[in-house]
């Protein structure tokens, strides 16, 4: 190596952090007010996301209310480690919760992709958009509703002495009275019809606009070669909006070990006769908390749920990611 290229070298050396430190500058001058915009965005989702899960360690305490402060009574209760997770597991209860948040909600996702995506096929293929758009607020309407609302449009029907079941509609058909209530083998059948009427104009108006989004070009193109209008949803709509279908089952399988309270509470009217087939995991964790004042039991439960609902995103995103690499999220 001669001496010109040595001290070449020995020059570039010495210039190189100089331009690393031009370029960091010069990154930060163009990137910055970005990552400013963005700094209330991530301290409300540290606050409120991530910090509340310090609570997760109730689960593996026994919460001993020694002091008038809950963070002191928190901090000097003792460890017990998975006993809480052993008291729930021993129970029937385990089974009966698990069972149920996981066939509503198996359910539940069905109902909604399957009765959402054929809604919007039909609102998109309606020729009077007027008429469309009203079909579109009559369904999306009850979306806005709360559950305490819906529990009481329900007890209307099915109460026992005056509903509109068993004051007009059972008489009209020749069959006896049913005592709602009392017999839980109905609800798996009601709970599932309710849920659907409540939500599926949300996910026909989100698979709606997905379809509006393809472009036409692709239904001409179809015409012009002669495919029908089935041939055209099975090969041309279906497959563009799979993304969005696949999104929203993600985020519905995300959740599936979460039931929306209102529905099993508020609907069912906290029937304790009922429990075997409404009784879920959200539920349970407020009569854990509530009744029995058992905390640690109820955020073994809570803990319980979102890692499980955790590890089916994965689970779930794998299976997709072998199948089609380009639909998976992750």
């Known amino acids: 190596m001669t001496p010109s290229t040595e001290a070449a070298e020995v020059v570039a050396k010495a210039k190189a952090p100089k331009t690393r430190s031009k370029q960091n500058i010069g990154y930060w001058k163009r990137f910055g007010a970005f990552y400013i915009m963005m700094a209330p965005a991530l301290l409300v ?70 009765i959402g995506v054929t809604l919007a096929l039909l609102f998109n293929a309606m020729r009077n958009r007027r008429l469309a758009k009203l079909h579109q607020t009559a369904m999306f309407l009850p ?90 949803i099975f090969s041309i709509t279906l497959p563009l909006i799979r993304p969005v279908i696949i999104i929203l089952t993600f985020l519905q399988i995300g959740r599936i070990f979460y039931s929306d309270f209102g529905l099993f509470f508020q609907v069912t009217r906290n029937s304790g006769i009922l429990y075997d087939t409404t009784l879920v995991i959200d539920t349970y964790v407020y009569q854990g908390f509530i009744v029995s004042g058992d905390i640690g039991m109820s955020s073994a439960a809570g803990l319980y749920q979102a890692v499980v609902g955790f590890v089916l995103v994965l689970l779930s995103n794998l299976v997709i990611r072998r199948i089609s690499r380009d639909d998976a999220l992750f």
């Open 45 to 114: 989702l540290l606050m409120n996301n991530y910090l509340p899960m310090i609570g997760s360690l109730i689960a593996f305490k026994q919460i001993e209310y020694t002091s008038t402060s809950f963070i002191r009574s928190f901090l000097e209760s003792k460890w017990v480690g998975w006993e809480n997770f052993n008291y729930l597991f021993s129970t029937t209860d385990a089974w009966t919760i698990t069972r149920n948040t996981l066939a509503y909600n198996a359910v539940f996702i069905v109902l909604n992709l399957v």
């Open 143 to 232: 979306y806005f509703l709360s559950m305490v609302v819906i529990s009481y449009l329900v007890y209307a029907f099915l109460n026992p002495d005056i509903g509109i079941f068993n004051k007009i509609v059972l008489p009209a058909l020749g069959i006896e009275p049913i005592d709602w209530y009392t017999e839980s083998k109905w609800w798996p059948f009601i709970l599932p019809i309710i849920n659907t009427w409540k939500g599926i104009g949300y996910y026909a108006v989100i698979f709606l606009a997905a379809i509006i989004g393809i472009d036409n070009e692709y239904y001409e193109a179809a015409t012009i070669d002669g495919a029908s209008r089935w041939r055209q």
